[in-house]
């Protein structure tokens, strides 16, 4: 009902109740997020897209 | 707190904050556990505490860092996955500190972002700056980023012939968050990479990579929030493509499940990768077997660039996690999560690199945060 009132991208303060929620947010879990992608990063060829300037490291 | 949802996510510690007002302050500790295998052989384990602190200070500005100390062991192949030319067992260490400063303005933030990676014979320092800002209405917010990492590598105190090589990289990152409904936040990430030096794997044998690397991703992300469930369905794409020629997909999707003080998160991961352009297939023998020794006797044979690392192969990976959450009244919050991953390539549409032994791989992590 909210999003029928709402246009598409336009939404008002007092509608953005859910969008505050912990889990709307990008990275919920920083420590969670970082561990899981030191471990992609060393065993797969891609990485990065979430940030800049984390450095390397001798795991891949 | 609306706005914490709609900034872009930091540095290296990908965190959404608001930009008119610091964040409130978090300590987290989590520990984690990670093991791999291939048929037969256990390879490496890593035992990995971290910490993490966020605190806002002076009204207008954070702070924050996070500290890690790795504990490897096991061995790894020296060329494709045959066991017989793994590494003896071996044992490492590494640690590595980041910190971060954050100056907020009515609509906008900076950040300048430090971090430090060592091991005995692999050293990184990174710098970075940030900057952000935010519309209006709130509905959208911009964001644009500029790493730099220095890298050493040299491995004569354990024995390697590598000794002093470096490598230099760049990264420029430009993004936009945009609330699209009540339910729904979108962002889009471009990252842009250009790195050069010492590229290839100082323990293993064949290889010999290009000095440069220069890679582009393209990171999706969409959160939708299931409101009759309390729950949200967090979505993500990934796409990256390098010098190397890798093409690679990744898609993640997770449901973010309230029960009361409890959540619990079912997730999924999917990742597809091409070979990079200078990967070389172990050479079967007559029971369709790699045989070790005609593939050195190839390798003899391929001039220029070559690497028989199976992270350069082509393949599919499958992760299914589980985490579970219990949030105390005070702002403490203790979590568990267990995620199991398979890397095959038969997981690749049309099949990946031949002779590649499946790889498996389990991690535990188990977590406490608390609020301030």
Known sequence: MLSGCAGWGHVEAWEKGNLAKPSMRLDADPLDTRFTQHV????????????????????N | MLAATLLLPGLAAVTAVRAEEPPEGVIAFKYGDYRDSQPGW??????????????????????????????VSGATPRMHTSR????????????????????????????????????NDYVSHAQSVEARWSTEDNNRTFLFGFGHSGDRIDNTN???????QHRQTREWMAGVTQVLTPNDLVQVQLTRSLGRGFYSDPYKDFDERPD????????LRWNHHVEPRDATLRTSWRYYSDSFGIRAHTLSAEWMQRYGAWTVTPGARYHVQSA???????????HGVPDQLATQLRFGSISGYHSADQRLAAFGAVTLSLKVAYEFANGTTADVKLETYRQSSHLKPGGGSPLLDPFRASFVQLGVSHKF
């Not at chain 2, 390879?43 to 966020?54: A, F």
């Not at chain 2, 200070?57 to 924050?64: K, L, N």
């Open chain 1, 40 to 59: 992609y990063t060393s065993k797969e060829a891609a990485s990065g897209g979430g940030g800049v300037g984390g450095g390397g490291c001798g795991c």
């Open chain 2, 42 to 71: 256990d390879r490496i384990r890593v035992h990995s505490p971290q910490l993490y602190v966020l605190a806002p200070f002076a009204d207008t500005w954070s702070i924050e860092g996070s500290v890690v100390s790795d504990s």
């Open chain 2, 84 to 119: 017989t030319g793994a590494t003896p067992a071996m044992s490492d260490h590494r640690s590595a500190e980041d910190v971060k400063i954050t100056r907020y303005f009515h609509r906008a933030a900076i950040s300048l972002g430090g971090a430090y990676s060592g091991e």
């Open chain 2, 158 to 164: 354990s024995g390697g012939s590598v000794e002093d």
């Open chain 2, 212 to 219: 440069s690397r220069r890679s582009t991703t393209t990171l």
């Open chain 2, 276 to 286: 990079a352009w200078f990967y070389f297939d172990p050479v079967a023998d007559a």
